[in-house]
Nanobody, 124 residues
Framework: QVQLVESGGGLVQAGGSLRLSCAAA????????VGWFRQAPGRAREFVVS????????TYAGSVKGRFTMSRDNVKNTVYLQMNSLKPEDTAVYYC?????????????????WGQGTQVTVSS
C-alpha cells in the first residue's frame, strides 16, 4: 500500500507559478499511476491531471492544459505538478492520488490512495 504526502502549496499572485510535489512511500511506486485532483470551497473534487507509471502517458483537464505539467521521478518516488500562468480560479486544495494500474484515468473513483492535500491560493 502506498502512502502519499503533498508539499509545495502556498499563496501566489495571478500569473505566477508554483510547483507541487507528492512523495510516495510504501514500495511498488512503479506499479502506480498517479493523479492530481483539486477541491475548491463549496465545490466537488475535480480531476486535474494523471500520469502513467512509466511517465510516458499523461491526460489533462481542459482547464489546465497548456499551463500545468505533471512529471514523475521514479528514482525519488515523487511526482510533480508544475503550475504556470495561475489564475484565481485555480485556488483549491490539491490532492495527490494513486491507482495500481498501468493506465491513466480521470475518474476519482479509480484512485484508491490519497494524500492529505496542500492548499494553493491565487490572488487577483
Amino acid at each position: 500500500q502506498v502512502q502519499l504526502v503533498e508539499s509545495g502549496g502556498g499563496l501566489v499572485q495571478a500569473g505566477g507559478s508554483l510547483r507541487l510535489s507528492c512523495a510516495a512511500a510504501g514500495g511498488g511506486f512503479l506499479t502506480y499511476a498517479v493523479g492530481w485532483f483539486r477541491q475548491a470551497p463549496g465545490r466537488a473534487r475535480e480531476f486535474v491531471v494523471s500520469i502513467s507509471p512509466s511517465g510516458s502517458a499523461t491526460t489533462y483537464a481542459g482547464s489546465v492544459k497548456g499551463r500545468f505539467t505533471m512529471s514523475r521521478d521514479n528514482v525519488k518516488n515523487t511526482v510533480y505538478l508544475q503550475m504556470n500562468s495561475l489564475k484565481p480560479e485555480d485556488t483549491a486544495v490539491y490532492y495527490c492520488a494513486a491507482r495500481r494500474s498501468a493506465s491513466v484515468s480521470q475518474r476519482i473513483d479509480d484512485f484508491a490512495y490519497w494524500g492529505q492535500g496542500t492548499q494553493v491560493t491565487v490572488s487577483s
